[in-house]
């Protein structure tokens, strides 16, 4: 049975950093595209960025492009999301999400479970002005 745990979430001043952790369990991971969305309170929730099964690509957002950084380390079955430079504007719920479909444009944009079948059970991101 496939599991992810995010962890990292908490509260942080408007330009400071945070580094998310999704540590996976039940599958044979390093084949699978990794994946990360957000839900604002009242919106609907948001493709932030993936990466591929081998960690030689990734996508993000236009609105986190140049601040997160995706990573993995497929020896520990883990993806890391590095928030920098953070915003109000990005405080939500974080959630990452698996597929083992290859790198497709859906992986790329899509927060449904069309694209991602499994889903962590998200990390509280709070962003103070």
């Known amino acids: 049975q496939v599991q992810l745990v995010e962890s990292g979430g908490g509260v942080v001043q408007a330009g400071g950093s945070l580094r998310l952790s999704c540590a996976a369990s039940g599958g044979t991971f390093s084949t699978y595209t990794r994946g990360w969305c957000r839900q604002a309170p009242g919106k609907e929730r948001e493709f932030v960025g993936a990466i591929s099964a081998s960690g030689g690509s990734t996508f993000y957002a236009d609105s986190v492009k140049g601040r997160f950084t995706i990573s993995r380390d497929n020896a520990k079955n883990t993806v890391y999301l590095q928030m920098n430079r953070l915003k109000p504007e990005d405080t939500a719920v974080y959630y990452c999400?698996?597929?083992?479909?290859?790198?497709?444009?859906?992986?790329?944009?899509?927060?449904?479970?069309?694209?991602?079948?499994?889903w962590g059970q998200g990390t509280q991101v709070t962003i103070s002005s």
């Open positions: 999400a698996a597929a083992n479909r290859g790198w497709t444009t859906s992986s790329r944009t899509d927060s449904s479970r069309n694209a991602y079948p499994y």
